[in-house]
T-cell receptor, first 112, second 116 residues
C-alpha cells in the first residue's frame, strides 16, 4: 500500500518568515495530494490540493509543488502569521474513491 | 456547504460501558463515511470505511466487534465503542465524501472520549 513520509515533525519560525513542509510517497499511481490544517482540538480542514497533471498550485500565501518523478510534494507558506500555527497533514491517494494515506503531521509554530 | 457534524463533542464514561458517536452530513449525501482515531500529537489513523447500507470495511488491527459501525442512511453513520476501557480514550473523527467529489474529505469536529 501507499506510504507517506512527512518532515519535519516540528517547525518553528518567526512571524513573516516562510515555512516549508515536505512529503514523499511510495505509490507511483497516486495522483491526488491534499493538505490539511488542524488547529488544536479541532477538525482537519483542507487548505490546498494538487493533482498529478500540474507541478505547482498557489492560493495567496500558500503554495504546493509536486515532483512526480521523485515522488515528493511540498507545502510552502509565505509571510507566516501566528494564526498559521497548527498541525499540517499531507496526504496521497489515487483519486476518486481511493482512501488517502496521511502523513504523520507537522506542528508549525509561528512566533510573533 | 459540505458540513459534517459529530455528536457528542466530548464524553466521559466508566470502564465497561458502551459509547455511541454520531456523524452526520448536514447539507449533502455522503457516499462514504470514514472513522479515524487520533492520539495526542499523532496523525489520523483510519479505523474503518462505511458505505450506506453495507457492512463497514475495517482496517487491519481494528476489532470490528469492539468498534461497531452502522451507516443507516446517506447522512448518518454511528460508531459504538463497546465495553470501553481506558486505552480506548482518544479523539475520534469522522469524515465524509460526496458523490461526484469523492476525493475531498469533509471532517467532523471530532469526539473526545475519556474512559475512566
Amino acid at each position: 500500500g501507499e506510504n507517506v513520509e512527512q518532515h519535519p515533525s516540528t517547525l518553528s519560525v518567526q512571524e513573516g518568515d516562510s515555512a516549508v513542509i515536505k512529503c514523499t510517497y511510495s505509490d507511483s499511481a497516486s495522483n491526488y495530494f491534499p493538505w490539511y490544517k488542524q488547529e488544536l482540538g479541532k477538525r482537519p480542514q483542507l487548505i490546498i490540493d494538487i493533482r498529478s497533471n500540474v507541478g505547482e498550485k498557489k492560493d495567496q500565501r500558500i503554495a504546493v509543488t509536486l515532483n512526480k518523478t521523485a515522488k515528493h510534494f511540498s507545502l510552502h507558506i509565505t509571510e507566516t502569521q501566528p494564526e498559521d500555527s497548527a498541525v499540517y497533514f499531507c496526504a496521497a491517494s489515487k483519486g476518486g474513491s481511493y482512501i488517502p494515506t496521511f502523513g504523520r503531521g507537522t506542528s508549525l509554530i509561528v512566533h510573533p | 456547504g459540505a458540513v459534517v457534524s459529530q455528536h457528542p463533542s466530548r464524553v466521559i464514561c466508566k470502564s465497561g460501558t458502551s459509547v455511541k458517536i454520531e456523524c452526520r452530513s448536514l447539507d449533502f449525501q455522503a457516499t462514504t463515511m470514514f472513522w479515524y482515531r487520533q492520539f495526542p500529537k499523532q496523525s489520523l489513523m483510519l479505523m474503518a470505511t462505511s458505505n450506506e447500507g453495507s457492512k463497514a470495511t475495517y482496517e487491519q488491527g481494528v476489532e470490528k466487534d469492539k468498534f461497531l459501525i452502522n451507516h443507516a442512511s446517506l447522512t448518518l453513520s454511528t460508531l459504538t465503542v463497546t465495553s470501553a476501557h481506558p486505552e480506548d480514550s482518544s479523539f475520534y473523527i469522522c469524515s465524509a465524501t460526496a458523490s461526484g467529489a469523492q476525493e475531498t474529505q469533509y471532517f467532523g469536529p471530532g469526539t473526545r472520549l475519556l474512559v475512566l
